[in-house]
Each structure stands twice: as C-alpha cells, then as structure tokens.
C-alpha cells in the first residue's frame, strides 16, 4: 500500500519532513504558502533535497539526495493529496494556515501539528466557530519535531540528528492508537502514545531550556549577534537553578491536573539515549545540540515569540485555574513582554482561546480524553 503525506510548510522542519519521509519510502507533497516558497524553488531548480554529511567539518545525520513526489503552491492540491496532512510549523503559523485549509479539507483526514504546543484545542474550536462542526477529522499533537536540523543552502539541510521517539496525543485521546497506527509508516522514528492533548504540551522540552534561558542571557546574545554555543554556552550553574525551579511549577501544574509528566531530565536521556545526571550536564555535553554554533540574537527569536507565549502562557494560565505558584514563569513572561513591548499575557495561547474557559479540571480532562 502506498504511504502519502503532505507537509503543509516549507521551513527547516517541512523540508526536513520532506526529505526524510521520502527516504522513508513515502510520496510525499510539500506546500509553501506565498511569500514563504523560495525553498519550493530551490527544490524545483535542484531537483530535490540534499541532506550534507559535513558542515563546517562536523559529521551530520541521514546525508542523500531525495527527490520529492509533487512540490505545489496549490492547497488544495495539497489537502488533496493525502489524507495525513502534517504541519510542520511554528505555533503563531497554525491559525492563518488552517483557516486556509478549512474549505478543502475532508472527513477522515488526520491533521498532525508539530510542534503541538496546544494546537489541536485551539483549531478544534477553530473549525466549530466557523461553522464546521460536522467534519470530521482528526487532530494529533506531537511534543516537537522529530529533527534536530536547519536549512544551511538553497535545499541543503544539516540534521544534526533525530530523536528515539516522538510522543504523540489525537484529539480525543481515544483515538490516538488509530492515528498512531496510520502515521506510523511514514514517520522514520517510533511514535509514543501520550496520555492527552494537555499532556503533549505540557511535555514539549522546549518549555525549560528555551525561553528562560534566551531571556537570562539576552544582553550577550544580542550584543554578540547570537555567536554562542547555545545550550553550552548559555546554560551556566545559576542559570540551571533558575530553570530547575521553573520545572518545579510544569511538575506542580501536571500534577495537579493529573497528569504523570516525566521530569525535563527524563525526557531528555530518553530522547536523546543519554544518561545524564542534570539538565545542566544535558546541556553542556549533548552531542546533537552542541555540534553547531547557533543561537538567538534578538529578544524576536522563536525561543521567546514562540515558547514564551505559546508554552508558558498556557502553564501560567493552568497555574492560576488550580491555585498553583508560577512565579518564575509570570516574571520570565514580564520581562519578554518588556523586551518585545508587547503583553503575552494576552496574545498567547490562553485557556480561552484553546476552548477550554470556564471548565474545571474535570470537564477538561474528560473534553480531551
């Protein structure tokens, strides 16, 4: 039976996508919206995606040359394709991209988010206020992507390397077995089933490390143009502290909603096959995110504009409907809201804007099981 997917997104993650599911055995279809299909391009005039075996002599993952099934500008070409549509894309990307989507899509197609960071709740409430409450598709969250990996030339990619397994959640968690079950051929590493929608973004590793870390070390990551070993670099004895009590309120929150979240420690051993003692040595020996020098440079990077407002703000927002202390997530939040003159607070993913206001504990759980 042949394995069809489209990736919905042309950035590092999408061709990534592309090219590993294709090496996967995959004819996949990848679309670029305007303004961001310069990589379509690239593609189209290379006749395909090169994944390097070097960059800057430092050994990379899953080096070749693919060839990729169908490259379109189209959408509805795209949603028509496959009936496993992933989108490979930044949170604030989901929105605009799925309202585009919602005229074309059909029941029984699976919308896979990765990252998650929520996403599934959101465009679910998405797809009823607009009025298609009887379509019938399914929505499943990943904790992140697959790929440590960056575009470095016109459809040139380094991966520095792939995670042992992605954890996963369908919206409703029941049918996570049957999505696992059809995502699984086309996916080049082994899907775990997470309990929850909730659960997947509570456990995106990105939570810790990114945005507490950008917002401790801002002043020399912007006066020095980001030119750091990030997580070397950037994660000091101190600034493991600080992030270690941060993990103490996602742990709290968790707990509170009923929810077993493995520690950021556990996570990343199990991710990454390491058997380290402390996040701080996690992050001052991991080979896959020490190969390459590359770091924030502005207070505007993703670490922030992303994993700020669209992994802290829900977890303050959690905090505050259980009772539970945030402290160091609130004043991460108010210090990137002064970097960026804007207020999170408000334009991240908040429990209304994921459907879930007004609930208790309860009635969430039981609207995502």
């Not at 459809?155 to 996963?168: H, R, S, Y």
């Not at 590493?189 to 456990?203: T, Y």
């Not at 390491?274 to 701080?280: A, E, I, L």
Request: aromatic letters at 8%; one cysteine or more.
């Amino acid at each position: 039976m042949t394995k069809r997917v489209s990736i919905i997104g042309s950035g590092n993650a999408g061709l990534t996508a592309a090219y590993h599911f294709s090496l996967n055995g995959a004819e996949v279809c990848l679309y670029g919206a305007a303004g961001f299909d310069q990589p379509l391009k690239d593609i189209e005039d290379k006749g395909g995606i090169e994944a390097l075996s070097e960059l800057n002599s430092v050994k990379l993952a899953f080096a070749g040359f693919q060839k990729i099934t169908k490259i379109t500008r189209d959408l509805k070409e795209a949603i028509d394709f496959a009936d496993i549509l992933i989108l490979p894309v930044p949170s604030f990307a989901q929105e605009p991209l799925f309202a585009n989507m919602l005229p074309y899509l059909k029941n029984g197609q699976i919308v896979m988010l990765m990252p998650g960071n929520y996403g599934s709740l959101v465009l679910n409430k998405m797809k009823k206020d607009q009025g298609y409450t009887d379509l019938d598709i399914t929505f499943v969250d990943a904790i992140s992507i697959p790929w440590a990996t960056r575009i470095c030339g016109p459809a040139e990619l380094a991966i520095l390397g792939m995670k042992e397994f992605l954890p996963v959640a369908a919206l409703p968690a029941s049918r996570t077995q049957g999505a696992i079950a059809k995502l699984q051929p086309i996916f080049p590493l082994k899907l775990e089933a997470i309990q929850n929608v909730i659960a997947a973004g509570l456990e995106n590793i990105n939570y810790g490390g990114h945005p507490l870390l950008t917002t401790l070390n801002m002043g020399l990551l912007e006066n020095f143009g980001g030119k750091f070993n990030y997580y070397k670099d950037c994660c000091s004895i101190a600034t493991a502290r600080a992030a270690a009590k941060m993990e103490e309120e996602r742990q709290a929150i968790g707990k509170a909603l009923g929810l077993n979240l493995r520690t950021e420690l556990e996570m990343m051993n199990a991710l990454y096959a390491m058997d380290c003692k402390t996040v701080y040595e996690v992050n001052r020996t991991s080979e896959t995110h020490g190969k390459l020098n590359s770091a924030p440079d502005s207070s505007t990077h993703r670490y922030i504009t992303e994993d700020a407002a669209y992994l802290l703000v829900p977890c303050y927002e959690f905090g505050k409907l259980l009772g539970v202390e945030t402290t160091i997530i609130t004043s991460c939040l108010h210090i990137d809201n002064a970097y960026n003159d804007t207020n999170y607070f408000e334009t991240g993913r908040t429990l209304f804007k994921m459907g879930l206001a007004g609930m208790s504990v309860a009635e969430m759980m039981a609207f995502v099981a």
